[in-house]
C-alpha cells in the first residue's frame, strides 16, 4: 500500500513547526511543504498527494487545476473561510474540503466585541485627539449604552455563537438570520431567529459573520444599509465582499447609519484614496482578527490533526461541504 501523503500548498508566509514534521513521521505519513504558484508547481509538489493543505488566505487551488492533483481526498484550509478554495467543484469530485474554525473562534469573537467597544466609548477617536494635544471629552461624546440594546448577527456558527456567551453580562437582546441555524441551539442560547430584513431594520449594533459565496456577496448593500437605524453601528470580522463598499461609505458619510469597524474589506490592502480612511465614524485593522499569541499554534495543530483523522479513515471535526460524497470510506 502506498504511504499517505500530506502536501502543504500554501504557506501564506509562514514556516511549519518542526513538530508538525515529527508528528507526520510518527503517523507513518510522508509530509512536504513547498509555496506553489503556478499550476505546474502544485502538479510537481501535491500531484500524488492524499491531502493537499492550504495555510491561511493564499491562492493556489483553483477550479482548474484540480485535475493536477488527481489523488486529492481533501483539501484543508487552515482557517475558517474557504473562498479561495473551489468548494463546488471540490465536492462534485468527491473532495472534502476542511477547515479549522477552533483555531480562531477565540480571537475573532474578542476581536469583534473590541471594535465594538471601541466604537461605542469612541476610544480611537478620543486616543487620535489626546494624542494631537487636544483634551475635549465632548470632541467624540461615547453617545451608544449596550445594556437593553438589541445586536444582530449575520450568520450562527461558532464565532457568534462565542460572542453571544462573552457578551450574555450586558443584557443584550439578540437577533439572528441564519437559513442554515439550529432552532434547538438558537433557544438554547436565547437568541431569537428571525428574518434579514427584521435583523437589520431593529438592531442597534449588527456583526457579519457569514462566510463568502455567492449567495452573500454584497448581502450588505444599499438596501439593507437604508433599512437600518441611523443610529446604528456595523461591524464585519468577516469578509469584505460581504459589503457593498460604495454603498457603506455613503451610508457613513450621509447618515444612513452611525459608525462601523472593519477587520475586513473589499480590496485589501485600501487603498491611499480610500475614503474610509478618512472618516471618524470608521475603525479599522487589518484582517487581523483571526490572530492572537494562540491561534498560529492551533492552527497547525488541528490542521495536523485533522490531516491524521483523514489518513485514519475517520470525517475530519469540521468541514464545509456537507454533501460531499468523499473517495474514501470513513467514519465518525
Not at 477550479?63 to 463546488?88: K, Q
Request: hydrophobic share 40%; glycine share 6%; proline share 5%.
Amino acid at each position: 500500500m502506498d504511504t499517505f501523503k500530506v502536501a502543504l500548498v500554501g504557506l501564506d508566509g509562514q514556516e511549519p513547526p518542526d513538530w508538525v514534521g515529527e508528528r507526520f513521521v510518527q503517523e507513518k505519513i510522508t509530509f512536504v511543504y513547498k509555496e506553489c504558484t503556478s499550476r505546474e508547481e502544485l502538479a510537481d509538489t501535491a500531484g500524488d498527494a492524499d491531502i493537499v493543505w492550504v495555510f491561511g488566505s493564499h491562492q493556489c487551488v483553483y477550479a482548474e487545476n484540480l485535475d493536477v492533483i488527481p489523488r486529492c481526498g481533501a483539501i484543508i484550509r487552515t482557517g475558517s473561510g474557504t473562498d479561495n478554495v473551489p468548494v463546488a467543484e471540490a465536492t462534485a469530485r468527491g473532495i472534502i474540503v476542511s477547515n479549522t474554525q477552533d483555531a480562531v473562534t477565540e480571537p475573532v469573537s474578542e476581536h469583534m466585541i473590541a471594535l465594538l467597544f471601541t466604537l461605542i466609548r469612541q476610544v480611537a477617536v478620543q486616543d487620535r485627539a489626546v494624542r494631537r494635544g487636544v483634551w475635549e471629552r465632548y470632541l467624540a461624546w461615547p453617545d451608544w449604552h449596550l445594556q437593553g440594546q438589541t445586536l444582530g448577527l449575520m450568520g450562527f456558527g461558532r464565532i457568534p455563537q462565542n460572542i453571544v456567551r462573552k457578551l450574555s453580562g450586558f443584557d443584550l437582546n439578540v437577533l439572528v438570520f441564519d437559513p442554515y441555524a439550529d432552532p434547538w441551539k438558537a433557544q438554547k442560547m436565547g437568541v431569537q431567529l428571525t428574518d434579514m430584513e427584521t435583523v437589520c431594520s431593529t438592531s442597534d449594533y449588527l456583526s457579519l459573520h457569514t462566510p463568502l459565496t455567492d449567495e452573500t456577496h454584497h448581502l450588505i448593500n444599499e438596501q439593507t444599509l437604508r433599512q437600518m437605524k441611523s443610529r446604528a453601528i456595523l461591524i464585519n470580522t468577516s469578509r469584505g465582499p460581504v459589503v457593498d463598499e460604495r454603498a457603506l461609505i455613503r451610508a457613513l458619510k450621509e447618515g444612513w447609519i452611525a459608525a462601523a469597524g472593519l477587520d475586513v474589506t473589499e480590496t485589501e490592502p485600501l487603498p491611499p484614496d480610500s475614503p474610509l480612511l478618512s472618516l471618524d465614524n470608521v475603525v479599522l485593522t487589518p484582517h487581523v482578527a483571526g490572530y492572537s499569541d494562540q491561534s498560529q499554534d492551533n492552527g497547525w495543530r488541528l490542521s495536523m490533526e485533522t490531516a491524521i483523522d483523514l489518513a485514519q479513515g475517520r470525517w475530519p471535526r469540521s468541514h464545509v461541504n456537507q454533501d460531499v460524497k468523499p473517495r474514501w470510506v470513513l467514519k465518525a
